[in-house]
């Protein structure tokens, strides 16, 4: 499964999602729609973007699987078969 983040540079929750995912070592590939044109066209134009982070999962066939918009991370974590909110309490 690939997994994509559109983010936004002055986003606080993106940051705190970003660093959800990586210290569950989960490997995604940022897209900040402040920085990239396409990025921004993306996130408006095939997944109706209306807040971020949004979070894109797609199969190894490029097909997207699912999408989450916000910090949700009790989907996040049923989709990812991981649990996120396990390490936030003690933070």
């Known amino acids: 499964m690939k997994i994509a983040m559109y983010t936004s540079t002055s986003c606080w929750h993106c940051h705190e999602l970003k660093n959800i995912f990586t210290k569950n070592n989960i ?45 949700n991370l009790k989907k996040l974590s049923t989709i990812l078969e991981i649990d996120l909110m396990k390490n936030l309490i003690a933070e």
Request: proline fraction near 2%; charged fraction near 30%; charge should be negative.
């Open 27 to 71: 490997i995604f590939e940022e897209r900040d729609i402040q920085k990239s044109s396409k990025f921004l066209n993306d996130f408006f134009d095939i997944f109706n973007g209306s807040g971020y982070p949004l979070t894109v999962f797609y199969g190894e066939d490029g097909t997207m699987i699912e999408k989450v918009e916000g910090v």
